[in-house]
């Protein structure tokens, strides 16, 4: 498979879903080998898009490097990983990525839309070699390599939701392709009761039943109701693609977690470069 990037800029208007504030978001294609890349239009100053400068992961991945912050980074890299992006710069002028309509739909369409333009040099990736593990006191994630019958990302999620919602569980089996129908459109989520603790934190400043699925009583209040019906689960795996593109690849493997959030995945990705062994970087196919 080659690198990919856009065909063209892209731009975007919106609000972020913590910080409530207004921002513009431009995406410009970018050279090969370059990655992603963020740059802060207002400050002067570029943040990569890497596991190494997430300095939160508290209800939404964070970058930062010298007060300099990216917040919210997860949707937009996660559309960049399910399109096979390979390389874009990417322009904002305030702190956070705008929410949109608070999954990756909004992004998935516009580069569509605009066109993915192969390059010239071959992409890599990250394959598993061993099991890597973190657990914290909720929840775990692994990383495992694929069996011999596996291809490409294998993602199975189990989740508790507390008895604010119906358990559930989701296997997406080799995810290469299916993303833009199977995970795009899956909205965040929160609960109702929820809602007062997380502003008392400063939080959800921008979010609304336009950008979020609130549940109570088990049930969605937006009058729209949920666009699959394991919308919350897909969303989880809509994070986790996100999350692990700080890798700075795509990964052949198989992600496995119970309770997933950021904090689980950017951990396990910590765990995942502390030891050579565990992965190697290989020419795709
Ligand atoms: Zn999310």
Redesign the pocket.
Known sequence: MLQNTLSNKIYFKGIGLHTGLEVNLELHPAKENSGITFFRKDLNKKIEASWKNVISTKFSTNLGVDNCFIKTV??LLSAFAGLHISNCDVFIDNEEVPIMDGSSKVFVDEILKTGIKNQIMNQQVIEIKKKVRFDCDYGYGELLPNSETEEGLNIFIESRFEGKYEDQTINIENLNGGYPSKISQAR?FGFYEEIEYLKSQNLIKGGSLDNAIVIKDFQPINPEGLRYNNELMR?KV??VVGDLYLSGFPIIGKYIGFKTGHYITYNLLKELFNDKNNFKIINSN
Request: hydrophobic fraction near 15%; charged fraction near 35%.
């Open positions: 997860e949707h965040t969303h809509l994070d």
